[in-house]
Protein backbone atom coordinates (compact mmCIF):
# COMPACT_ATOMS: atom_id res chain seq x y z
CA UNK A 1 0.00 0.00 0.00
CA UNK A 2 1.03 3.37 -0.75
CA UNK A 3 2.00 5.73 2.61
CA UNK A 4 3.45 9.19 3.13
CA UNK A 5 5.22 10.10 6.21
CA UNK A 6 5.60 13.08 7.60
CA UNK A 7 7.33 12.41 11.05
CA UNK A 8 7.35 16.35 12.17
CA UNK A 9 3.72 18.24 13.10
CA UNK A 10 6.14 21.03 13.69
CA UNK A 11 8.96 22.45 12.66
CA UNK A 12 10.17 25.38 13.96
CA UNK A 13 13.28 26.97 13.05
CA UNK A 14 15.07 30.93 13.11
CA UNK A 15 15.16 32.83 10.08
CA UNK A 16 17.88 32.77 8.22
CA UNK A 17 18.72 28.77 9.29
CA UNK A 18 18.16 25.85 7.20
CA UNK A 19 15.33 24.19 7.07
CA UNK A 20 14.68 19.86 6.50
CA UNK A 21 11.10 19.00 6.32
CA UNK A 22 11.21 15.34 6.04
CA UNK A 23 9.06 12.86 3.69
CA UNK A 24 9.28 9.38 3.64
CA UNK A 25 6.88 7.11 1.38
CA UNK A 26 6.73 3.43 1.40
CA UNK A 27 5.81 2.35 -2.75
CA UNK A 28 7.01 -0.85 -4.71
CA UNK A 29 7.13 1.05 -7.71
CA UNK A 30 8.65 4.34 -9.72
CA UNK A 31 6.32 7.06 -7.82
CA UNK A 32 5.82 10.64 -8.44
CA UNK A 33 6.58 13.18 -5.16
CA UNK A 34 5.23 16.57 -5.09
CA UNK A 35 5.37 18.79 -2.14
CA UNK A 36 2.32 21.11 -1.55
CA UNK A 37 1.89 24.56 0.50
CA UNK A 38 -0.62 25.93 2.39
CA UNK A 39 0.04 29.81 3.46
CA UNK A 40 -2.24 31.07 5.87
CA UNK A 41 -5.69 32.16 4.20
CA UNK A 42 -4.49 30.76 0.96
CA UNK A 43 -5.40 27.45 -1.13
CA UNK A 44 -3.24 24.46 -1.17
CA UNK A 45 -1.16 25.13 -3.93
CA UNK A 46 1.36 22.87 -5.26
CA UNK A 47 5.25 23.89 -4.29
CA UNK A 48 7.18 21.34 -6.68
CA UNK A 49 7.21 17.87 -8.10
CA UNK A 50 10.05 15.67 -8.42
CA UNK A 51 10.27 15.37 -12.10
CA UNK A 52 9.99 18.73 -12.79
CA UNK A 53 13.86 18.97 -10.73
CA UNK A 54 13.22 22.93 -9.62
CA UNK A 55 13.67 25.35 -6.93
CA UNK A 56 10.44 27.10 -6.22
CA UNK A 57 10.89 29.93 -3.41
CA UNK A 58 14.33 28.89 -2.65
CA UNK A 59 13.13 25.39 -1.96
CA UNK A 60 14.00 21.90 -3.31
CA UNK A 61 13.45 18.52 -2.76
CA UNK A 62 15.61 15.39 -3.65
CA UNK A 63 14.17 12.29 -4.54
CA UNK A 64 16.20 9.17 -3.00
CA UNK A 65 14.77 5.92 -4.07
CA UNK A 66 17.48 3.80 -2.02
CA UNK A 67 16.10 5.68 1.31
CA UNK A 68 12.76 5.89 -0.47
CA UNK A 69 12.66 10.21 1.13
CA UNK A 70 11.46 13.26 -0.52
CA UNK A 71 12.87 15.37 1.95
CA UNK A 72 12.42 19.07 1.10
CA UNK A 73 15.32 21.72 1.97
CA UNK A 74 16.01 25.65 1.92
CA UNK A 75 19.54 27.04 2.80
CA UNK A 76 18.19 30.24 4.82
CA UNK A 77 14.69 30.16 5.99
CA UNK A 78 12.19 33.09 5.57
CA UNK A 79 9.58 34.42 7.37
CA UNK A 80 7.11 33.90 4.52
CA UNK A 81 7.56 30.30 4.13
CA UNK A 82 5.52 29.55 7.70
CA UNK A 83 3.24 27.67 6.45
CA UNK A 84 1.44 24.27 6.16
CA UNK A 85 3.79 21.81 4.33
CA UNK A 86 2.14 18.38 2.59
CA UNK A 87 4.40 15.58 0.66
CA UNK A 88 2.34 13.81 -1.42
CA UNK A 89 2.77 10.61 -4.09
CA UNK A 90 1.22 9.61 -7.25
CA UNK A 91 1.55 6.08 -8.94
CA UNK A 92 0.03 7.42 -12.55
CA UNK A 93 -2.06 10.40 -13.88
CA UNK A 94 -5.38 9.29 -13.08
CA UNK A 95 -5.32 8.16 -9.48
CA UNK A 96 -5.44 10.22 -6.33
CA UNK A 97 -2.46 11.98 -4.32
CA UNK A 98 -1.71 10.35 -1.39
CA UNK A 99 -0.44 12.59 0.98
CA UNK A 100 1.06 13.17 4.20
CA UNK A 101 -0.36 14.40 7.51
CA UNK A 102 1.65 17.77 6.83
CA UNK A 103 4.30 20.10 8.95
CA UNK A 104 3.74 23.10 10.20
CA UNK A 105 6.98 25.10 9.39
CA UNK A 106 7.41 28.29 11.41
CA UNK A 107 10.11 30.75 11.04
CA UNK A 108 11.05 32.84 13.92
CA UNK A 109 12.17 36.31 13.68
CA UNK B 1 -7.04 29.77 -17.51
CA UNK B 2 -9.05 26.75 -15.22
CA UNK B 3 -10.54 28.15 -12.26
CA UNK B 4 -12.41 26.03 -9.04
CA UNK B 5 -14.97 27.14 -7.02
CA UNK B 6 -16.22 26.06 -3.72
CA UNK B 7 -18.95 26.55 -1.88
CA UNK B 8 -20.52 27.97 0.57
CA UNK B 9 -17.38 29.42 2.24
CA UNK B 10 -18.31 28.06 5.38
CA UNK B 11 -21.32 26.08 6.93
CA UNK B 12 -22.93 25.65 10.44
CA UNK B 13 -25.13 22.75 10.65
CA UNK B 14 -26.70 20.51 13.42
CA UNK B 15 -26.47 17.16 13.95
CA UNK B 16 -28.84 14.82 11.69
CA UNK B 17 -29.01 18.03 9.14
CA UNK B 18 -28.45 17.33 5.34
CA UNK B 19 -25.41 18.66 3.79
CA UNK B 20 -24.49 19.88 0.19
CA UNK B 21 -21.18 20.82 -0.96
CA UNK B 22 -20.87 22.52 -4.09
CA UNK B 23 -17.56 22.48 -6.20
CA UNK B 24 -17.10 23.42 -10.07
CA UNK B 25 -14.47 23.80 -12.17
CA UNK B 26 -14.45 26.47 -15.60
CA UNK B 27 -11.92 26.39 -18.39
CA UNK B 28 -11.44 22.58 -19.04
CA UNK B 29 -12.93 19.53 -20.03
CA UNK B 30 -13.46 15.86 -18.18
CA UNK B 31 -11.43 16.95 -15.18
CA UNK B 32 -10.61 14.50 -12.52
CA UNK B 33 -12.17 15.85 -9.74
CA UNK B 34 -11.45 14.77 -5.81
CA UNK B 35 -13.18 15.51 -2.24
CA UNK B 36 -10.41 15.88 0.51
CA UNK B 37 -11.09 16.24 4.35
CA UNK B 38 -8.36 18.17 6.35
CA UNK B 39 -8.39 18.02 10.13
CA UNK B 40 -5.63 19.01 11.86
CA UNK B 41 -3.47 16.63 13.13
CA UNK B 42 -4.71 13.98 10.27
CA UNK B 43 -3.43 15.76 7.29
CA UNK B 44 -5.86 15.25 3.89
CA UNK B 45 -7.44 12.19 3.67
CA UNK B 46 -9.00 11.65 0.57
CA UNK B 47 -12.72 11.31 0.00
CA UNK B 48 -14.57 10.14 -2.90
CA UNK B 49 -12.69 10.98 -6.60
CA UNK B 50 -14.73 10.90 -10.51
CA UNK B 51 -12.79 10.38 -13.96
CA UNK B 52 -15.94 11.02 -15.69
CA UNK B 53 -20.35 12.19 -14.94
CA UNK B 54 -21.55 9.26 -12.40
CA UNK B 55 -18.02 7.50 -12.03
CA UNK B 56 -17.61 8.04 -8.43
CA UNK B 57 -14.42 6.15 -6.31
CA UNK B 58 -14.79 6.06 -2.46
CA UNK B 59 -12.13 6.05 -0.68
CA UNK B 60 -13.61 5.75 2.92
CA UNK B 61 -16.65 4.27 4.12
CA UNK B 62 -19.07 6.71 6.35
CA UNK B 63 -21.76 8.95 5.68
CA UNK B 64 -20.65 11.07 2.86
CA UNK B 65 -21.74 10.54 -0.70
CA UNK B 66 -20.12 12.51 -3.68
CA UNK B 67 -22.22 12.58 -7.23
CA UNK B 68 -20.75 14.60 -10.63
CA UNK B 69 -24.13 15.60 -12.17
CA UNK B 70 -22.07 17.40 -14.73
CA UNK B 71 -18.89 17.26 -16.26
CA UNK B 72 -17.38 19.91 -14.29
CA UNK B 73 -19.48 19.75 -11.27
CA UNK B 74 -18.87 17.70 -8.08
CA UNK B 75 -21.12 17.50 -4.95
CA UNK B 76 -20.47 16.05 -1.35
CA UNK B 77 -23.23 15.67 0.44
CA UNK B 78 -24.92 13.64 3.77
CA UNK B 79 -28.18 12.72 4.75
CA UNK B 80 -27.76 13.13 8.61
CA UNK B 81 -24.27 14.75 9.86
CA UNK B 82 -22.53 13.61 12.60
CA UNK B 83 -20.46 15.70 15.03
CA UNK B 84 -17.35 13.88 13.53
CA UNK B 85 -18.24 15.21 10.11
CA UNK B 86 -16.73 18.43 11.62
CA UNK B 87 -13.60 19.69 9.23
CA UNK B 88 -12.40 21.67 6.22
CA UNK B 89 -13.43 20.52 3.10
CA UNK B 90 -11.30 20.90 0.13
CA UNK B 91 -12.15 20.03 -3.84
CA UNK B 92 -9.29 19.58 -6.17
CA UNK B 93 -9.45 19.10 -10.10
CA UNK B 94 -6.87 17.48 -12.29
CA UNK B 95 -6.18 17.47 -16.17
CA UNK B 96 -7.30 13.54 -17.94
CA UNK B 97 -4.01 11.78 -17.38
CA UNK B 98 -2.26 14.54 -15.57
CA UNK B 99 -0.60 14.64 -12.10
CA UNK B 100 -0.93 17.67 -10.62
CA UNK B 101 -4.03 18.58 -8.50
CA UNK B 102 -5.18 21.96 -7.92
CA UNK B 103 -7.49 22.75 -5.22
CA UNK B 104 -10.15 25.18 -4.36
CA UNK B 105 -10.56 27.35 -1.66
CA UNK B 106 -12.25 24.76 0.66
CA UNK B 107 -15.70 24.67 2.88
CA UNK B 108 -15.24 25.20 6.54
CA UNK B 109 -17.92 22.82 8.29
CA UNK B 110 -18.63 22.57 11.71
CA UNK B 111 -21.47 20.43 13.10
CA UNK B 112 -22.65 21.26 16.47
Known amino acids: AQRVTQPEKLLSVFKGAPVELKCNYS??????LFWYVQYSRQRLQLLLRHISRESIKGFTADLNKGETSFHLKKPFAQEEDSAMYYC???????????FGKGTRLSVIA | SQTIHQWPATLVQPVGSPLSLECTVEGTSNPNLYWYRQAAGRGLQLLFYSVGIGQISSEVPQNLSASRPQDRQFILSSKKLLLSDSGFYLC???????????FGPGTRLTVL
Open chain 2, 92 to 102: AWSSPGGWTQY
Open chain 1, 27 to 32: YSGSPE
Open chain 1, 88 to 98: ALSDSGNTPLV
